[in-house]
């Protein structure tokens, strides 16, 4: 059986620190599914559009990674992808406090389905996509923080 594990978040916008969690979960999965949460009442920084295309150009169309989006509970769509694992990274206290809830919730609504987590690493453990963004909306230079890809001051200037 393939081991299939999907990365759920609001990656808005994808940031170093979630580029490292995922490279550094890729030796333990076949395949891993960076999967964005999509609510259509909720507010977005960046175009769900814009968020995919960077994803993909982070990881240069790496075959074992995709990129998707869903709604609804994370558990579902698992279960529809066939992934038996969630993957989560933990920065904090306050992260473990979160995902804690969040980890044992999803246990009792399907127990086939693992969460997994990796403490990030001491350099990402302030990378946050909420500072990113105040970063940006500020004129700041949020550059250092998001993945190297090409044309990413180009992709700044296109956010909403
Ligand atoms: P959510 O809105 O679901 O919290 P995020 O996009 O903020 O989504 O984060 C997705 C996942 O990535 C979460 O597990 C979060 O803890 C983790 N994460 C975010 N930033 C970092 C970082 N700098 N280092 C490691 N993990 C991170």
Known sequence: ??????FPGSFDPFTIGHQSIVERALPMFDKIIIAI????????FFPIEKRIEWIK???NNNPKIEVD?????TVTYC????????????????DFEY???IAQTNKKLDHEIESVFLLTTPEHTMVTSTIVRDIIRHGGNALQFLP???DKEAYLRQED
């Open 1 to 6: 059986m393939k081991r299939i594990a999907v």
């Open 79 to 94: 279960k529809e992808r066939g992934a038996n694992f969630i993957l989560r990274g933990l920065r904090t206290a306050a």
């Open 69 to 73: 989006t869903f709604d609804g509970l």
């Open 57 to 59: 150009k982070a990881f």
């Open 148 to 150: 190297d890809i090409d």
């Open 37 to 44: 949460g999509y609510n259509s009442g909720k507010k977005q």
């Open 99 to 101: 995902e804690r809830a």
